[in-house]
Nanobody, 126 residues
Framework: VQLQASGGGLVQAGEALRLSCVSS????????MGWFRQAPGKEREFVAA?????????RYADSVKGRFTISRDNAKNTVYLEMSSLKPEDTANYYC???????????????????WGQGTQVTVSS
C-alpha cells in the first residue's frame, strides 16, 4: 500500500482547508485510515480516524472535534480531512496512515497504523 497526502497550504485563522489522502496498491487490505500531525518540536499527535469494518466509525481528537471532519470516498480510494475554523495551533505537518486491522472503533495510537504517507504542511497565520 502507498499513501499520497495533499491539500496543505498557508491560510489565515478562521479559514478552511481540505486534505486528501489517496491510497494505491493493495488497498483491499486497508480497514481504516487516520490523520496525525506533528508540529516543530512537538510529538506526533492523533487528529482523526475512520474505520469501515462492519459499518463506519469515526474518532476525533478533542482539540479538533466540531471543526474537522474525516470522510472516505471508496470509489476514489481517498480519505479526506475537512478542516474548518482553523487556528494557529493547528499548524503542523499532517500525515495520513493506513490501518490493516479490522476494528469497530478507530485506533488513535500511531503504532496501530502500518503504512504512512509523506505528510502535507498546514500553516495557519493569526
Amino acid at each position: 500500500v502507498q499513501l499520497q497526502a495533499s491539500g496543505g497550504g498557508l491560510v489565515q485563522a478562521g479559514e478552511a482547508l481540505r486534505l486528501s489522502c489517496v491510497s494505491s496498491g493493495r488497498t483491499f487490505t486497508i480497514d481504516g485510515m487516520g490523520w496525525f500531525r506533528q508540529a516543530p518540536g512537538k510529538e506526533r499527535e492523533f487528529v482523526a480516524a475512520i474505520t469501515w469494518w462492519r459499518g463506519t466509525s469515526r474518532r476525533y481528537a478533542d482539540s479538533v472535534k466540531g471543526r474537522f471532519t474525516i470522510s472516505r470516498d471508496n470509489a476514489k480510494n481517498t480519505v479526506y480531512l475537512e478542516m474548518s475554523s482553523l487556528k494557529p495551533e493547528d499548524t503542523a505537518n499532517y500525515y495520513c496512515a493506513a490501518d490493516s486491522t479490522p476494528r469497530t472503533v478507530p485506533a488513535v495510537l500511531g503504532s496501530s497504523y502500518r503504512t504512512w504517507g509523506q505528510g502535507t504542511q498546514v500553516t495557519v497565520s493569526s
